[in-house]
């Protein structure tokens, strides 16, 4: 994807078509060059497009998700691949936001933006939950490669980034025919060269993403973090992909059979993709698109009350302000889980049970959302075109995250295994000893 300017509005190549990006709303978050610059110094504007980033990204967020919300009806059909949203996407600065400032980026995958990253992923969500775990799957991509990736293959990514290239994470596979490297000790392979075989299931974006990050089992039956390069509509099926909701995300298979591979295309060694804190820690982006899915179905239940004219109704009124409830609890735990995965100083087991958490309890409060809505508007919340009908119905199917269960349990058992007061679970590193009460002072109320 490339893009360009003139007179008029940008037009954005996407592989196989061309857009104009006609909406206002998106034109005005494309550049910084409004920023007053006038008796300033160079270092001082500098600093002040720094700072301005988060309210640019957000902004820019904003006007993608109102677009990706005005088109997602009509990308509810099997293959709805939402490519305008991505090129939207790409040309308000967002698929490359999370790249470092060096390398052409907003800084956005930096650990202290983990609050605004998970703001930008809700807003994502809010507008499209397809575009959502789309764009969650190309920011967890690209913070395995500036974590792992030697500084050439990260930079050489980064210009993928830079011209539009979708990335995305793929690490599910079947239990036969799964992904591997072949080929090992060929004359080839010396140099460096390998040939992969075999496919990844549930692939989102499949024919869409062209830099997908995939694990392939080594000879050594360890697990080898690539990024692959792809010509958009191929090697894809989706026949597969029939589900009851989030059918833009295309999640079908892809067969890498006969791909060539070399070691410029590897991320990291070994296992690197499996280390933690990271690979349980980082759950809680896809638990902020899901907030953003839930916020969503919670704003169709109020406008249908409002609209309908139900609200008064105490029956209703209950039911809205339990939504209401679990919204921002879903809310509070994403915001806590994302400072705390950012947090350098925090214990990894401490983030990693405190995501798990957040996991379960942003899945808790979809399904209470879900359950209230649906009651609230009846049998017309179940009929198409009630805009409550597409939004349950992807929010139903994005729910279902792997391994529930065993979140939830692993989470407990940290609980358990901790010594410290419920007040001070989660604080890194727990408080020792309270504070002296000063002199003169006393802990009883007057």
Not at 195 to 214: E, I, M, N, Q, W
Not at 235 to 264: K, N, P
Not at 303 to 322: C, N, T
Not at 412 to 438: F, G, I, M, Y
Request: with cysteine; hydrophobic share 45%; proline share 7%.
């Amino acid at each position: 994807m490339k893009t360009g300017s003139g007179d008029r509005a940008p037009v954005i190549h996407f592989p196989g078509m061309n857009f104009i990006l006609h909406d206002p709303r998106l034109h005005d978050h494309l550049s910084g060059d409004h920023l007053p610059q006038d008796h300033l110094s160079e270092d001082c504007v500098e600093q002040a497009r720094i700072q301005a980033i988060p309210a640019r990204i957000g902004a820019a967020a904003r006007a993608v998700s109102r677009l990706a919300a005005e088109r997602a009806e009509a990308l509810d059909r099997d293959g709805g691949f939402p490519a305008e949203d991505v090129a939207h996407a790409h040309a308000a600065g967002l698929l490359t936001a999370p790249l470092p400032v060096a390398l052409g980026g907003a800084g956005l995958g930096a650990p202290a933006m983990a609050p605004v990253l998970a703001g930008l992923l809700a807003q994502i969500g809010r507008g499209s939950l397809a575009l959502g775990r789309l764009y969650e799957g190309h920011v967890n991509a690209l913070a395995l490669v500036l974590r792992y990736a030697e500084p050439a293959v990260a930079e050489r990514l980064a210009r993928d980034v830079r011209a539009g290239h979708l990335f995305g994470v793929w690490n599910t596979q079947p239990q036969t025919g799964g992904l591997v490297l072949e080929n090992a000790g060929a004359p080839d392979a010396a140099e460096g060269a390998w040939t992969l075989g075999g496919v990844k299931s549930f692939a989102s974006g499949a024919g869409s993403v062209t830099r997908p990050l995939v694990t392939a089992r080594r000879p050594d039956g360890r697990q080898q973090m690539l990024v692959a390069s792809l010509e958009p509509g191929t090697r894809a099926d989706l026949s597969s992909w029939r589900a009851q909701g989030m059918r833009a995300s295309t999640s079908g298979i892809l067969d890498f059979s006969g791909l060539r591979v070399g070691a410029g295309d590897f991320v990291g060694g070994p296992d690197d993709y499996f280390r933690e804190p990271h690979f349980s820690g980082g759950a809680w982006r896809f638990a902020a698109v899901q907030l953003g899915g839930i916020e969503a179905v919670f704003d169709a239940l109020r406008d249908h009350l409002r609209e309908s004219g139900r609200g008064g109704d105490p029956h209703q009124a209950a039911r809205l302000g339990e939504a209401a409830i679990a919204v921002e609890t879903a809310r509070l735990f994403v915001d806590r889980a994302a400072r705390l995965a950012g947090d350098p100083e925090a214990e990894p087991a401490r983030v990693i049970a405190y995501v798990n958490l957040t996991r379960l309890a942003v899945e808790r409060a979809g399904l209470d959302v879900l359950e209230r809505a649906q009651r609230s508007v009846g049998l017309a919340g179940f009929l198409s075109p009630h805009p409550l009908e597409r939004l349950a119905r992807d929010l139903a199917t994005y729910l279902r995250q792997p391994g529930p269960d065993r979140a939830l349990t692993s989470a407990a058992a940290h609980v358990l295994a901790e010594t410290c007061s419920a007040d001070e679970l989660w604080r890194d590193p727990p408080a020792a000893v309270r504070p002296a009460v000063p002199a003169g002072s006393s802990d009883e109320a007057p």
